[in-house]
Structure formats: structure tokens, C-alpha cells
């Protein structure tokens, strides 16, 4: 039995400190294979929308919702276990299991002895032969990128174990389109919100600042997450849909006065602000109802993000919808007029 094998890993169920994103230990060119369960090969790629200018990623307005902590996915074929038992053997036989020794490792992959996990049921786990060698298939393993704070040590937590190549395993918290989908939720990168403002420099009392966006400003960005060795993957596509307006005080008034402005089809929001528009009320603008006094408003402008997905089964949904916000200066002045 491989008991001493799993010292580091069992005297907690906190991962210990090798443990996780942040470790390289067993790295091989361009990151393709880790031997770090807080890694994932999960590869995203954007492949429409604005790739330029500033960008950053969306926040869920479902605050109760989370991308999956975990789940399985393959790690090594059977010459690429061995080329790591053999020549490396620092790593993660397991979500919570750290194997730090070639013997470890070429004692129950390569000679077939058992292994012995707390965290995997059963405890006791059977021995393979000579890596596999000459099997097509993976050496799968639980894998979660924030796994310091996976509370659940019930979960994807089996000891390194073979998969069929062509196969999905049919355990739970294996990877499906959707575990892709929104694994990519936090990989969207979308444009900062820069709005155009009419006046430009300083707004007055009780007159309408008109807010608008060009034609085009805002489009469609998509991302594509592939899990090698798989077949599975997702599509998830981000939509702006509304620009919601905060002035930074309550003495204000948004227009419309929910202070959302629709984003229309062309990407463009409300309407440029044209000389002699002065008196007019904007499709989408602010009036300020009292002076900053020195002292600037913060206005936000926050674009509401629609997401959906598609994945490789045919499968799709909905996501939260995604905010992502900016904030702007706002010096507000107030003309004096004076009575004779």
C-alpha cells in the first residue's frame, strides 16, 4: 500500500501549499500537460468581437451564481505518465493528493501496487501496469483552479484513473459543454464603457446632458472553450443589450428615468447631441438638480452583458446576464442669474 505517498495531502483537507494555480511544478512546453490539479487544459478562444482598446471581464448580476469548482479531464496519455513518473514525479495524483517522489508514482502506475486516499471512495484504489502502455486512452484527475477555497472535499477527488480514448467517464462532476461554457464566463473580454457626453467638460443645473454611444461601439464577442483530448466544447457568446446610468447623487434625474438606455441593433445608444438640441430632452441623458461644488459627481455607466452558450452536443442556454462599469468625473456648475 502507498500510504506514505499521501503524508502531505491527508493530514488536512486543506489543499497544502504545492497545491494549486499558482504551482508550475510539472509543467511541459506550453503548459499542454501540469502536474497541478489547481490547472486546467480547458484552452479559450475568442473568435468575434473587439479584440483592441481597453477591455475586462463581466460581472454576474446573479450574485449567487458561480462557474463550477470543479471537474474531471484527462492529463496524461500512458508515455506521458511515464515520461513524468520517471523523470519528474512532483505532483497531483489527485485533487487533494500530492505524490512527491518518481517511486510514488511508478509504485502504483507502473508495477501495480495499491493506493490509499482518504478522499476517494473506495479508499483503496487498484494498481495498473507498466503505465498502459500500448492502451489508447488518459489518465484522468479532478482538477479546480480556485481549489483553496473548494470546501467540499467530497468532490472530484478520485485518485488519477484510466479513460477509454473516445470516452467520456461517467462519474460525477465529469465535463460536459456546459462545464466549458461557463468555465469561459469569467474568460469573456469585453470593451470598456466609454461614453460620448454633450457638454463635454462641465454640466449646469437643471439642463440635460445628453449621453450616447456611435454606431458600432458595442458588438457581439464569443469565445470558444475546447477541452483536448475530449471532443467537447462550447461556444458562449456575450450580448450587450442596455447602458444603465448612475449619476453618482440623488439630486438627479436619468432619462429614461430607470436610467437604462436600450442599445439598439447597431450597436449605437441614444442619440448625438446636434446644436440647437439645447432645450430638447434626450432619448437617454442626465440632469444634475444641484451644483458639485467643486467636488466631482462619479457617474457610472455599467453595459448589461446577455449570455448565452451552444456546446458540441447541441446543448445550450442561458447564462447570468454580465455587467461590466465605468466610472467618469462629473463637475457640475450652476449659473447665477441676476434680477434688476
Avoid at 11 to 36: H, I, M, W, Y
Avoid at 145 to 151: A, C, I, Q, S, T
Amino acid at each position: 500500500m502507498i500510504a506514505a505517498s499521501l503524508a502531505v495531502a491527508l493530514l488536512s483537507s486543506t489543499p497544502a501549499v504545492a497545491f494549486g494555480g499558482s504551482d508550475t511544478r510539472g509543467g511541459s512546453k506550453g503548459n499542454e500537460l501540469t502536474a497541478s490539479a489547481g490547472r486546467s487544459r480547458i484552452k479559450v478562444t475568442q473568435i468575434s468581437g473587439p479584440t483592441g482598446g481597453k477591455r475586462g471581464t463581466v460581472s454576474a448580476t446573479d450574485v449567487n451564481w458561480k462557474p463550477p469548482p470543479c471537474w474531471y479531464e484527462p492529463v496524461f496519455s500512458p508515455a506521458q505518465l511515464k515520461d513524468f513518473a520517471e523523470n519528474n514525479g512532483d505532483g497531483d495524483a489527485g485533487l487533494r493528493d500530492g505524490w512527491y517522489g518518481s517511486k510514488l508514482w511508478t509504485a502504483h502506475f507502473k508495477d501495480g501496487k495499491d493506493a490509499t486516499s482518504i478522499f476517494t471512495t473506495p479508499s483503496t484504489v487498484p494498481g495498473y501496469k507498466n503505465y498502459n502502455l500500448g492502451k489508447h486512452g488518459y489518465f484522468w484527475r479532478g482538477v479546480a483552479p480556485d481549489l483553496y477555497n473548494l470546501d467540499d472535499t467530497s468532490l472530484c477527488t478520485r485518485l488519477m484513473f484510466w479513460v477509454d480514448a473516445g470516452k467520456i467517464p461517467a462519474v460525477p462532476n465529469a465535463p460536459t459543454p456546459k462545464t466549458l461554457a461557463e468555465y469561459a464566463y469569467n474568460k469573456i473580454k469585453v470593451p470598456t464603457t466609454s461614453i460620448e457626453l454633450k457638454p463635454t467638460t462641465k454640466s449646469t443645473v437643471n439642463l440635460p446632458t445628453w449621453v450616447w454611444l456611435d454606431k458600432g461601439t458595442f458588438r457581439d464577442v464569443k469565445v470558444r472553450a475546447e477541452l483536448p483530448d475530449t471532443g467537447l466544447w462550447a461556444e458562449t457568446t456575450a450580448k450587450p443589450v442596455a447602458l444603465h446610468l448612475d449619476p453618482g447623487t440623488s439630486d438627479a434625474e436619468t432619462t429614461p428615468s430607470s436610467g437604462d438606455c436600450k442599445i439598439n441593433d447597431d450597436g449605437s445608444i441614444g442619440t448625438p447631441y446636434k446644436p440647437g438640441d439645447g432645450d430638447r430632452t434626450p432619448p437617454c441623458g442626465i440632469t444634475y438638480l444641484r451644483s458639485s461644488n467643486g467636488t466631482p459627481y462619479q457617474l457610472k455607466a455599467s453595459i448589461t452583458w446577455q449570455i448565452s452558450w451552444k456546446g458540441s452536443d447541441g446543448s445550450g442556454g442561458d447564462l447570468p446576464d454580465g455587467v461590466f462599469a465605468t466610472t467618469q468625473d462629473m463637475n457640475v456648475q450652476e449659473i447665477q442669474s441676476v434680477n434688476r
